[in-house]
């Protein structure tokens, strides 16, 4: 079916019931109740998920595939949100045009960086990735604060020219839209004490990421994800065997630096603004870690990673200690304050340390990462289900699962 | 004028002369053995017909075309594969994807960005590596990551990747060590074999004088760097400069 095999056609088809119906599977808790701070299906969280799974799909066809690992990937995704925005306040505000033109000046700008730094291999080519995201981020920051807006970033104003739109309604701010449906617009569904949003800009990105997540699957099924991986298994023996390394590898760092401007391009498609911060190195080691998190190398990984990371930053972050005492206040006080102490700084904005933690846990426990570990849990139950029966099958992760 | 042809070639390690003005004739269609004790430059050699190395002078000439300064992967596309000593395979990859990256290259050339297209749709180059495979016996371990291959496996892997691209010449540094010898002479049945069905030269370098006897049409022998012998297989046998240098006076 769509040109892959029976495993494959399963799993984009469980990828696309769970993200269509992302807004009723993240939003299992009912409004009001205690438990829904933990829902995640709201319009501005469910639109991270799917962008920085993007963002990740396209890391894991370099990283995963190749091996090289890139520090420096979020400065492609920063190119792409300049050149989208610039795309609406000089065209239109229909979101199409943005994402296409982000994808394409990422394009380029990964060209570009990815010649040179390939060049070197192992952590010399980490490195020069590194310092080519510093520098376009100390450029965006200040050198260029002509076209980047410098600290405070770009945001389409009302006296932008916009050449294909008509001109704006008195009072009106331009809003992002494809083809006038604007990317805020949501619908939301009340059963029972149940409340679901379905937001169009979500859905937008939705499609998109799993068009990419097809494309990487064909990508990684391909003779060109098959040399991709030859390039990391054995580069000399590629040589020897009449085939040239080099551009296999700059062509994969080039697709994941339009993914990364894709990504970038749909993130202003939402919010309509950029600022530098987008480039800062953080949000390059963000998708390291959740491409190792979610499972390098392998197909839905990355995509798992990214939500994961996403879910705790915004999940984790929100909770403070009066809620931190709501839920110990069962205990007796002096416990009750000696737990919430202990547990303090590790939410709010301390999740970065709890991320840190379980970060090294999959890291330590399960190297093949979440994957891995839904891998093992299917072992188990294979095992269980017919007890004493063939020993399962082992839990190494494929290289291409 | 052969297929192959050497001439002058030196090579310095530092202080160490490697190679010391080598020059060779490789006929065509023939197999040509190179021997000589450990150290003596074989792969040294080797590595300055596939651009491994680059020699610091003399001149290599492939099918009347000079070799030397083009990339590894030019070398190999003119036609020329290469067995290494110390088996060089893709280990995280399958035997059978091990096998088809050969057959790409052969038929699409160095770089080809076939993203779209499924590896298992081609169905001709499938058929090809399988087929090589099967004549290995080794097709019932085709599914096998080549990192888990026995030694012996691992060099008939690297033997098939070669194989499969059906090279104009085929250089093998050492292809049975490490054999179990009912392998070994599996490999000689093998090598004869390719040689009666189609046009090969192969240039071998062995240690087992059973293989070289088997196989060689003509041998050299290197030592310390420079060919001090060359002729017919019984030539060399009886040459005594040869047992000198190589076997210390022992009886060949
Ligand atoms: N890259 C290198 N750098 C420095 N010295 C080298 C290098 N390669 C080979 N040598 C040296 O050159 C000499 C010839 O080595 P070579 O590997 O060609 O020998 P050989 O005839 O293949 O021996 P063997 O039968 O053990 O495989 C040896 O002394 C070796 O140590
Ligand atoms: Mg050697």
């Keep these: 079916m769509l040109g892959l095999n029976k495993k494959d056609f399963l799993l984009l088809l469980i990828v696309t019931m769970l993200t269509m119906l992302a807004p009723f599977v993240l939003n299992p808790f009912p409004e009001g109740s205690a438990l829904a701070q933990f829902n995640a299906g709201y319009p501005d969280l469910m639109q991270r998920f799917v962008i920085f799974g993007i963002f990740a799909i396209g890391f894991n066809i370099l990283f995963g595939l190749t091996g090289y690992l890139s520090f420096g990937h979020a400065a492609f995704l920063g190119v792409g949100s300049y050149a989208a925005i610039w795309m609406m306040k000089l065209l239109t505000m229909n979101v199409i045009p943005a994402i296409i033109v982000a994808v394409v000046v990422a394009g380029l700008f990964s060209v570009v960086v990815g010649f040179i730094s390939l060049r070197r291999s192992g952590i010399y080519f980490s490195i020069l990735t590194l310092a080519f995201a510093m520098m376009s981020y100390q450029l965006a920051y200040s050198v260029l604060t002509p076209i980047t807006g410098g600290e405070t970033g770009l945001q389409p104003k009302v006296n932008d020219p916009r050449l294909l739109d008509s001109a704006l309604v008195d009072g009106a701010t331009p809003t992002a839209n494809l083809f006038g449906l604007s990317m805020r617009s949501s619908y939301e569904l009340e059963i029972g004490s149940w409340l679901f949003t379905f937001n169009a800009g979500y859905y937008v990105a939705a499609v998109v990421m799993l068009l990419s997540f097809y494309l990487a699957i064909r990508i990684f099924r391909s003779p060109f994800g098959m040399m991709l991986r030859a390039v990391k298994s054995n580069q000399n023996r590629m040589k020897y065997t009449g085939l040239n390394p080099k551009p296999y590898t700059l062509a994969a760092f080039v697709i994941s630096g339009m993914y990364a401007g894709l990504a970038g ?137 | 004028m052969g297929i192959l042809e050497v001439s002058g070639v030196n090579k310095r390690f530092g202080g160490l002369q490697a190679l010391g003005d080598v020059n060779l004739d490789i006929v065509e269609n023939t197999i040509h053995a190179i021997i000589g004790p450990n150290g003596a430059g074989k792969s040294t050699l080797l590595n300055c017909l596939i651009g491994k190395l ?45 096998v088809v990256i050969p057959c790409f290259a052969k038929r699409d050339g160095p770089f080809r960005m076939h993203a779209y297209e499924s590896v298992f749709h081609e169905n001709e180059l499938m058929d090809k590596a399988e087929s090589i495979l099967r004549d290995l016996n080794m097709h019932m371990k085709k599914e096998m990551h080549a990192g888990a291959l026995s030694r012996g496996d691992k060099r008939r892997l690297e033997m098939a990747m070669c194989l499969v691209q059906e090279p104009k010449l085929l250089l093998l540094d050492e292809p049975t060590a490490g054999m179990a010898r009912a392998d070994t002479n599996n490999t000689i049945d093998l090598l004869k074999e390719i040689k009666e069905k189609r046009d090969i030269t192969m240039v071998v370098i062995e240690h087992d004088m059973h293989v070289v006897f088997s196989l060689a049409e003509k041998i050299s022998v290197l030592a310390q760097g420079s060919i001090i012998a060359e002729g017919l297989p019984q030539d060399i046998k009886g040459n005594p400069k040869v047992q000198e240098a190589y076997l210390g006076g022992a009886q060949l």
Excluded: C
């Excluded at chain 1, 999959?362 to 891995?372: K, S, T």
């Design chain 1, 265 to 401: 391009g749909l993130m202003v498609a939402m919010d309509s603004q950029v600022g530098p911060e987008r480039m800062f190195w953080t949000a390059s080691g963000e998708v390291v870690l959740m491409t190792i998190l979610g499972g390098v190398g392998t197909l839905i990984g990355p995509v798992l990673g990214a939500g994961a990371i996403k879910y705790m930053e915004n999940i984790i972050s929100k909770i403070n200690t009066e809620i931190l005492h709501s839920w110990f206040s069962f205990l007796p006080d002096g416990l009750e304050d000696l737990i919430v102490n202990l547990t303090y700084p590790f939410i709010g904005k301390g999740w970065h340390l709890t991320l840190g933690i379980v970060f090294m846990l999959v890291v330590i426990f399960l190297p093949g990462g979440l994957v891995e570990g839904a891998q093992r849990i299917a072992g188990l139950i294979r095992r269980k289900d017919k007890s004493g029966g063939m020993p399962p099958a082992s839990a190494k992760a494929e290289p291409a699962e």
């Design chain 2, 54 to 98: 680059d020699p610091d002078t003399g001149s290599v000439m492939f099918d009347g075309k000079p070799v030397l300064g083009l990339a590894p992967h030019q070398i190999n596309q003119m036609g020329i594969s290469r067995v290494f000593q110390t088996p060089e395979i893709f280990a995280e990859l399958t035997v059978l994807e091990n």
